[in-house]
C-alpha cells in the first residue's frame, strides 16, 4: 500500500492548486445553495442575467460563496472589474481606483468594484467609495462575514442592496463533495473508494461552510493509502482523525459572539437549562474567556431573577470566583451549576424595569433636589438652613418605618419597583403592598 502525500513526485491533482480553489463555480447553473437568492425567477438572478446589477452587499459566514458570486457576475457584467481588499489596499489604492473608474465612467464604461472582506476597511477607506457609488462611476459589490449595520457606513449602507447568504446545508455540502469526487478539474482523474457515511460526515463536520469541506476531503484523500489496483482507500479512521475537533462557528469579536451570549441569555430566561448549559458549552468551544461568561451571568441574577430568588447572585458571584481559581477546562463545570441554576430559578425583570424607569425619570427631567427631611446637617448652619428638619429614624418607632416623603416633591407619587409573584418575591410584594397601603393612609 502507498501513502498519498502532498510531496509526491509524480504529477497529479495533489500537486496542483487547492481543491477549493480549483471547483470554483464559474455560471449560476454551477453554483450550489443560496436557491432563496440565484434560484430560477428569484432577484438575484435575474439581476445578474440581465446585467442589471446595481451596488449590493453580501452577508454571510465565511464559505457559503459571496466570492464566488461576485466573480459570476464578473464574468457576465459588460463593466470593468476590478477586485479590491482591505488588508492589501490603503486609501492611496483606493483614490487611484476611483479616478480610474470615473475616467472610464466619461467614456462610458461601467466599472464593477468587488471589495471581500469591506467590513476591513475603514471609514476613510469607505467614505472614498461614498461619491463614486452617488455618481455611478462605480458598481459596489461587497462581501462581509459581520453585520452590515454595525460594519458599514450608514451612508454607503443605504446606497446598497444587502442579500443575506445562508450557510450551506448538509445536503448541499455532500453533494458538493460528491461533485469533487468525480469531476475532472476536482478529484476525477483517481479512483477514490469512500463511503456515503463518511462523506456525510465530512459535510456534518463543516458546519455550512464548503471551503472547509472540501480542504477536509482533500485532507482525507491525501492522508489515505493507493492500494495494488490503483485505488485510493479512504478509511473511517482517516476521517476521524482529519475532522479531530469540530469546528463550531464562534467570532470572539463579531456578530457571533453577541448571537450566542444573546442564546445564553434567553434561554436561561426561558428555563431551558439544556439549551443554556449547550450555548454556554459553545462559547466555551469557541476560545470564550470563562469570566466574561460568568460575568454575564452576574449581571443576569439580577437582572432577569432580582428578587425572586436572590441566592441566584450568590451562585453566579460564586461561579465567577470559581473560574478565577481554577481557569479552563475545569471551571465549565461550575458555569454549567451557574446556568442551571439560573435557568431554573423563578423569573422576575422588576429590579431591571425600576432602574430603567427612574434612569429615564433622571434623563428627561431636571436634577431635583433632594427634600429637606432626608438631607444629612453636619453643621449647625446647615441646621438651621432647615437640613434635616422633620427627619424621622425608623428604628424608633413601632413599626420600623416612618410616612416620611423620600422622593422629589416633583415624584413623590412615582413608583418604580413593581414586585412580580414568582419565588421569593411573592413575599417581598405582599411586604410592599402592605407599607404602601399604610403610608397612603391618614
Known sequence: MEQMNL?????????????????RPETLDEYVGQQHLVGPGMLLRQLIEKDQISSMIFWGPPGVGKTTLARIIAGRTNANFVEFSAVTSGIKEVKEVMKNAEDNRRLGIKTLLFADEIHRFNKAQQDAFLPYVEKGSIILVGATTENPSFEINSALLSRCKVFILKALTEDDLYRL??????????????????????????AAFSNGDARTALNTLEMVVNNSTLNKDGVIEVTTETVAQCMDRRSLLYDKNGEEHYNIISALHKSMRNSDPDAAVYWMSRMIDGGEDPLYIARRMVRFASEDVGMADSNALNVAVNAYQACHFLGLPECNVHLAHAAVYLSMAPKSNALEVACNMAAEDIKNSPAEPVPMNIRNAPTSLMKEAGYGKGYIYAHDTEEKITKMQCLPDALKDRRYYEPGVM???AAVKERLDEIRKWRSED
Open 7 to 23: 510531496f509526491s513526485d509524480s504529477p497529479s491533482q495533489f500537486t496542483r492548486s487547492p481543491l477549493a480553489s480549483r471547483l
Open 177 to 202: 463533495l460528491q461533485h469533487a469526487l468525480t469531476s475532472e478539474k476536482g478529484l476525477g482523474g483517481s479512483q477514490i473508494d469512500i463511503s456515503e457515511n463518511d462523506l456525510h460526515s465530512i
Open 423 to 425: 419565588g421569593d418575591e
